[in-house]
């Protein structure tokens, strides 16, 4: 089965950096689009950025643009977010999430039916 395994999280003061991984299985990777949501405590799940198959094109959420970036090695069925310059605000779990469909609505969670189990990410201030 299909099968998303993040890493990477951990504690970092703010304006630090942290790569986080997702290694997947049991699907075609190469043929899925891929993406990152975040969820904080009493906040709703979260878009964070998508990346398409190709790795060509590439949407963030606006609080991250210029700080997150998105990337994918379809070799070693891999997907990556390096996050720089971290704020508190970025506390949060965050989700790799992939699927074989691309959806204009990809900032929402429902059209993604792959995801991995969260990793944590936490900022001090």
């Known amino acids: 089965q299909v099968q998303l395994v993040e890493s990477g999280g951990g504690l970092v003061q703010a304006g630090g950096s942290l790569r986080l991984a997702c290694a997947a299985s049991?699907?075609?990777?190469?043929?899925?689009?891929m993406g990152w949501f975040r969820q904080a405590p009493g906040k709703e799940r979260e878009f964070v950025a998508v990346?398409?198959?190709?790795?060509?094109?590439?949407y963030y959420t606006d609080s991250v643009k210029g700080r997150f970036t998105i990337s994918r090695d379809n070799a070693k069925n891999t997907v990556n977010l390096q996050m720089n310059s971290l704020k508190p605000e970025d506390t949060a779990v965050y989700y790799c999430?992939?699927?074989?469909?691309?959806?204009?609505?990809?900032?929402?969670?429902?059209?993604?039916?792959?995801w991995g189990q969260g990793t944590q990410v936490t900022v001090s201030s």
């Open positions: 999430v992939g699927d074989p469909t691309w959806s204009r609505s990809y900032y929402d969670a429902s059209k993604y039916g792959a």
């Open positions: 049991g699907l075609t990777f190469s043929s899925y689009h």
């Open positions: 990346i398409s198959w190709s790795g060509r094109t590439l």
